[in-house]
């Protein structure tokens, strides 16, 4: 099993890694129209990085914990990144439009 975390820590961490990059030369910018897409997918990526951060690191502090307790806090940990991600993300994007809609003068009534 720690090879699946590992697997999910390298990778989710590669794909982490390239979209800060991706954003800071502003290939993923919302002027694309896919920012809903893109959102999502960061919030996956960064859910399987924690889950695979948190098994790998359980399993080489506690191995005495146990798979299936090692399993249970990866996934809780995963599920609570992701979620997390995901709401930041959606709160972010309706500020942005906000922000697009003042701009505009369309927050009339």
């Known amino acids: 099993m720690s090879s ?6 390298v ?8 979209s800060g ?12 129209g896919k920012h809903g897409t893109v959102h999502a997918l960061r919030a996956l990526v960064y859910s399987g990085t924690a889950f695979g951060a948190v098994g790998v690191l359980l399993g080489r502090l506690d191995p005495s914990l146990g798979a299936g307790m090692t399993l249970v806090f990866a996934l809780l940990a995963g599920l609570l990144v992701g979620g997390l991600v995901s709401t930041l993300l959606a709160f972010f994007r309706r500020a942005d439009a906000e922000k697009v809609n003042r701009t505009a003068g369309r927050d009339r009534p």
């Open 4 to 9: 699946v975390y590992l697997c999910c820590l």
């Open 11 to 18: 990778v989710g961490g590669g794909f982490a890694i390239l």
């Open 21 to 32: 990059f991706g954003e800071l030369t502003g290939r993923l910018s919302p002027a694309d």
